[in-house]
């Protein structure tokens, strides 16, 4: 007889729902790594029995949560089915709120992503960007076909300190008014999800150690560098986000200006000396003239023009500074660049190239993988790692998942 069939099912009422809640956990964290797996192989790689690995399988299959994928040839010659995730059993939500852009997307329980959309941020800020996500989720909902009540988890990225127990959200000053508001609160009622808020550069740490340049990584910062300036530190292999949920705010680090300055508690010292307003007007005090975008001011670093290079030379003189002091505290592995200005080869290679002065053993220094798609990457691995632990007890497989279609199927309204 077939491995898979040669055991009858067990009744649900002889396996004791503690004992069922832990094979449930490993028959399907061994799915999630493994992919489409047969009841045989199950009973192998988890070490339970065929008996209840069967019994397992089938009730799972009938609850909703596996199917069958296919099948595989038994050793006899007989095949026995696999089983994997059903796709439209579950979905999660990753929301990407900045001052200029409001993107969503939704992922199936196995990390397919189904659709995104995006728009402008409104520009009143507060309720009116709570309610502007409330359209997008339900127009990318009715469009895809996903039935609401099977999203299951939402998380948000959003810019600002989030404190970790309210979700209250401090200094952000790029979406009025969000600090008026309870933020977690407003767009639970208006979406309807389950649903929490990080910052956006803590997840876009998340996605890069996910699916960025970051995997493997056990003790890295991810240096968010554009408008605002932010970093995001995994140690030991998970997110540091501090008492009140402000680790990393690297902003007001006492580099670039007088920290002692009070009109430093509105941006902080160091983002106002090294965002991209910083970079615009450091150029125009070199005599490269006003009103020039960072694109304009790093090609005229290429062709060596005296107040780019000097523009830039200072920027990068900032970061490296930056990273010697974050280096000193948490003696990260690698640096990940991201945002407009970190994301740029210029500034990576100036940076690289001034750290071996500052230190002995510098880090590792690397742009982003994932680009501006860092942080809503970063909250649907997220969601769907809280989707799998809270619906089947599995902790440790985000990593190892991949999203599929990524970036594919974004329609701006």
Known sequence: ???????????????????????????????????????????????????TTTQVVLELEREGWLEVSGKMQGKIGRSAPTYELKAGSAYVLGIRLEGEIAQIAIANIRGDVVGEIAAATDPRGGTSVVRQIGVLYRELTDRIGVTRDRVKVAVVGSPGVVDPVSGHIDIAPSIPHLGDINVVEELRSEIGVPLSIENGVKLSALGELWQGVARGARNFAYFGVGRGVGMGIVADGKLLRGGRG?????????????????????SGTFETAANVDALQRRYEAY??????????????????????????????????????????????????????????????????????????????????????????IGALGEALHRLHAELFGVEAVRRELTLSDLGKGVRAT
């Open 1 to 51: 007889m077939s491995a898979d069939s040669d055991q009858a099912p067990v009744r649900p009422s002889q396996l004791p729902p503690v004992a069922r809640q832990l094979s449930v956990r490993a028959i399907m964290e061994t799915i999630l790594l493994n992919g489409p797996t047969s009841r045989a192989m199950l009973a192998k790689f988890t070490g339970l029995s065929r008996q």
């Open 287 to 376: 005599g490269g003239g006003a009103g020039f975008a960072v694109a304009e001011i790093l090609a005229a670093y290429e062709r060596g023009e005296a107040a780019a290079v000097a523009a830039i030379d200072e920027t990068a003189r900032l970061l490296a500074l930056a990273i010697g002091a974050v280096h000193a505290v948490i003696d990260a592995d690698l640096i990940v660049f991201g945002g407009s200005i970190g994301l740029r080869p210029e500034i990576v290679e100036r940076v690289r190239g001034l750290l071996p002065r500052l230190m002995r053993e510098p880090p590792v220094v690397e742009a982003s993988a994932l680009a501006d798609r860092a942080t809503l």
């Open 246 to 266: 402000a680790a990393g705010e690297i902003a007001y680090l006492p580099l670039g200006g007088n920290p002692f300055d009070p009109s430093g508690f509105a």
